[in-house]
């Protein structure tokens, strides 16, 4: 598990550059994965993950918060974000948001 000082750690470019490229190569993992499966195994893995938690597999439930549809698990407190909820949050915004977007190139 990480510790905690580690979340707050501010990132040289050089360390941010090969943040970018790990996360490059997991997006290309991904969508080479992506692009073996058939529709209809897609279709059943849909089915088993929908709507639910990343963290703990329990179900999510939509909640407006300030505007935005989010996606909330009452049993870890997890809150999860649509692509494009998280871009209209970065046209409002600017800092840390923007940040987060520049991470995964969603503009």
């Keep these: 598990m990480k510790s905690a000082h580690m979340h707050n750690k501010h990132f040289t470019p050089e360390e941010q550059y090969f943040a970018q490229e790990e996360i490059e190569k997991l997006k290309k993992l991904a969508d080479d994965k992506k692009s073996k499966i058939s529709a209809n195994e897609e279709q059943k893995l849909k089915q088993l993950h929908w709507m639910r938690c990343a963290k703990c597999g329990h179900e999510l439930h939509e909640m407006f918060f300030h505007g935005y549809t989010?996606?909330?698990?009452?049993?870890?407190?997890?809150?999860?974000?649509?692509?494009?909820?998280?871009?209209?949050?970065?046209?409002?915004e600017s800092g840390l948001l923007k940040a987060i977007l520049s991470l995964f190139k969603l503009s």
């Design 70 to 92: 989010i996606d909330k698990c009452f049993h870890c407190g997890g809150v999860f974000l649509d692509n494009t909820d998280l871009k209209k949050m970065i046209g409002e």
